[in-house]
């Protein structure tokens, strides 16, 4: 796994406009060495201000939509078009602004597809198995960006401190008794994260610069889930100056735009 570097922004208006511009720019180079590219998705109030920004600036044009997997790293289990669904958010923002390939959309599924909570996951697990390829070497495909937002209690995805999930080694599991409503979700668990070619962390916030801190030191991922966020050549955590506010300097490698 990456050694994680820390790139500090302003504030989290200016944080969320350069990693959208930092997206477009990572799918761009992938299209153009490999033809297709895929991303996965976070929610929250700054993912989905990152998707805003990439929809509202021209150079999203420069991301061949078409050839792009798109794929969520947890769901809340909801009905489809639920307001506090991860992807009702995404297209809203940007998914329904760009010519994207519906086939290319991977949705986790919710109460409404008939499936339970586990076999939603289960589904979304032989999805991810189909798409995986022989040089991803396991079940999940090598993910090219995985975003990821961070609480302050150090959660990524719905992988919250001390639950069941950051034990399990399936690529991906119901989450029962989430502290945070609704209660049942859908998540990635850590080795699918590690998957990644690159995972990029989000944070804005005075709030979450504990958690920072402790995501970017030796803390052990079952107490502190971000601390297991890594990608397998590249790990950002792409902080505004609040969230950044308790990092040592000898932590990661910072640098401010």
Same mark, same amino acid.
């Given at each position: 796994?990456?050694?994680?570097? +820390?790139? +500090?922004?302003?504030? *989290?208006?200016?944080?969320a406009? /350069?990693?959208?511009?930092r997206?477009?720019?990572?799918?761009?180079? +992938?299209?153009?060495?490999?033809?297709? #590219?895929?991303?996965v998705?976070?929610?929250? =109030?700054?993912g989905? /201000?990152?998707? #805003?920004a990439?929809?509202?600036t021209?150079?999203? %044009?420069?991301?061949?939509?078409?050839?792009? %997997?798109?794929?969520?790293?947890?769901?809340?289990? @909801?009905?489809?078009g639920?307001?506090?669904?991860?992807?009702?958010?995404?297209?809203? #923002?940007?998914?329904?602004?760009?010519?994207?390939?519906p086939?290319?959309?991977?949705?986790m599924?919710?109460p409404?597809?008939? @499936? =339970?909570?586990?076999?939603? #996951?289960?589904?979304? $697990?032989?999805?991810?198995?189909?798409? *995986?390829?022989p040089?991803?070497h396991?079940?999940?495909?090598?993910? %090219?960006?995985?975003?990821?937002?961070?609480?302050? %209690?150090?959660?990524? /995805?719905?992988?919250?401190?001390?639950?069941?999930?950051?034990?399990d080694?399936?690529?991906?599991?119901?989450?029962?008794?989430?502290?945070?409503?609704?209660?049942t979700?859908?998540?990635?668990?850590?080795?699918?994260?590690?998957?990644s070619?690159?995972?990029w962390?989000? /944070?804005?916030g005075?709030?979450?610069?504990? *958690?920072?801190r402790?995501?970017?030191?030796?803390?052990?991922?079952?107490?502190?889930?971000?601390?297991? $966020?890594?990608?397998?050549?590249? =790990?950002?955590?792409?902080?505004?100056r609040?969230?950044?506010?308790?990092?040592p300097?000898?932590?990661?490698?910072?640098?401010?735009?």
């Open positions: 796994m990456s050694v994680p570097s +820390v790139v +500090v922004h302003r504030d *989290a208006d200016v944080l406009n /350069a990693v959208a511009a997206i477009i720019t990572r799918l761009v180079d +992938v299209q153009s060495a490999r033809g297709s #590219a895929s991303i998705l976070t929610g929250g =109030t700054v989905i /201000a990152t998707l #805003a990439i929809a509202a021209p150079a999203r %044009d420069a991301v061949d939509w078409r050839r792009l %997997d798109i794929w969520w790293g947890d769901e809340r289990f @909801l009905p489809s639920d307001k506090e669904r991860n992807e009702t958010g995404a297209r809203e #923002a940007l998914l329904d602004h760009v010519d994207v390939n086939e290319r959309v991977h949705v599924l919710g409404d597809s008939g @499936l =339970t909570a586990e076999e939603s #996951a289960e589904s979304y $697990a032989a999805e991810l198995r189909r798409a *995986a390829r040089e991803d396991g079940p999940v495909p090598g993910f %090219d960006v995985m975003l990821l937002g961070m609480g302050p %209690d150090s959660h990524v /995805a719905s992988l919250f401190p001390g639950m069941p999930a950051l034990y080694t399936r690529p991906v599991v119901a989450v029962h008794g989430a502290p945070k409503p609704p209660p979700r859908i998540s990635l668990t850590l080795p699918a994260i590690q998957s070619r690159e995972v962390v989000v /944070a804005a005075e709030e979450k610069s504990g *958690a920072v402790l995501a970017l030191s030796d803390s052990g991922h079952v107490q502190v889930p971000a601390s297991g $966020a890594r990608g397998r050549a590249r =790990t950002l955590f792409l902080l505004d609040a969230a950044a506010s308790k990092i300097p000898e932590l990661g490698r910072i640098s401010s735009p």
